[in-house]
């Protein structure tokens, strides 16, 4: 089955620890992208990938790191979270203009 | 800047209560509009892309269109399994699947 895999898909943490999201997709798709969702904001953009080692910053950049070292993965990295960063984040993939997104993960930063 | 904006915020339907969401965008060199739909605890699944004014498509209940201003989502006869929130998206030229998304509308269809 085609799909956007996510882990984990809720985690809760304090301030300051470091984390990981990953995020694997089957499709063989060049671009990749994550996104947070909050309440009354719509989903916003964090990193893109276009193809392997070759990432971009969103429009919410800050407090995050990604990397592309294959193509199927995309790890989202939060070096240092804080109490800001708790949020829904999606990550999506797609070859042309329709986003298949992954389940979500939900983060709340104590 | 770039901006979407979905109204209502949230609709409340009776079954077969048929009405309209609305997308309004300012969006420069607007590539394409983007229908998502997204269920509680899931990511958002695409609906439709409308490219030009007065372009339609549909999908069961479903009819999205699309003015040089606004787009709509029409639902006619809806069921109480096309309760969701409902996601407009723009995609911007210049950016490669850069997609600006409203806030939603989050709607309930009650038997």
């Known amino acids: 089955e085609a799909q956007v895999t996510q882990n984990p898909r809720y985690l809760i943490t304090v301030t300051g620890k470091k984390l990981t999201v990953t995020c694997s997709q089957n499709?063989?798709?060049?671009?990749m992208s994550w996104y947070r969702q909050d309440p009354g904001l719509g989903l916003r953009q964090i990193y893109y990938?276009?193809?392997?080692?070759?990432?971009d910053k969103g429009d919410v950049p800050e407090g995050y790191k990604v990397s592309r070292k294959e193509k199927r993965n995309f790890p989202l990295i939060l070096e240092s979270p804080s109490p800001n960063q708790t949020s829904l984040y999606f990550c999506?993939?797609?070859?042309?203009?329709?986003?298949?997104f992954g389940p979500g993960t939900r983060l709340t930063v104590l | 800047e770039d901006q979407v904006t979905q109204s209502p915020e949230a609709l409340r339907l009776q079954e077969g209560e048929s009405s309209s969401l609305n997308c309004s965008y300012t969006?420069?060199?607007?590539?394409?509009l983007f229908w998502y739909r997204q269920d509680p605890g899931k990511g958002p699944e695409f609906l439709f892309t409308l490219y030009s004014a007065g372009e339609e498509k549909e999908k069961e209940r479903l009819k999205a269109t699309l003015t040089k201003k606004e787009s709509f989502l029409h639902i006619t006869a809806p069921k109480p399994e096309d309760s969701a929130t409902y996601l407009c998206a723009g995609q911007i030229s210049g950016g490669y699947n850069k997609l600006i998304f409203g806030a939603g509308t989050r709607l309930a269809v009650h038997p």
């Open positions: 990938s276009m193809n392997v080692e070759v990432t």
């Open positions: 499709m063989n798709h060049e671009y």
């Open positions: 969006v420069s060199g607007l590539r394409g």
């Open positions: 999506a993939s797609s070859s042309g203009a329709i986003m298949f």
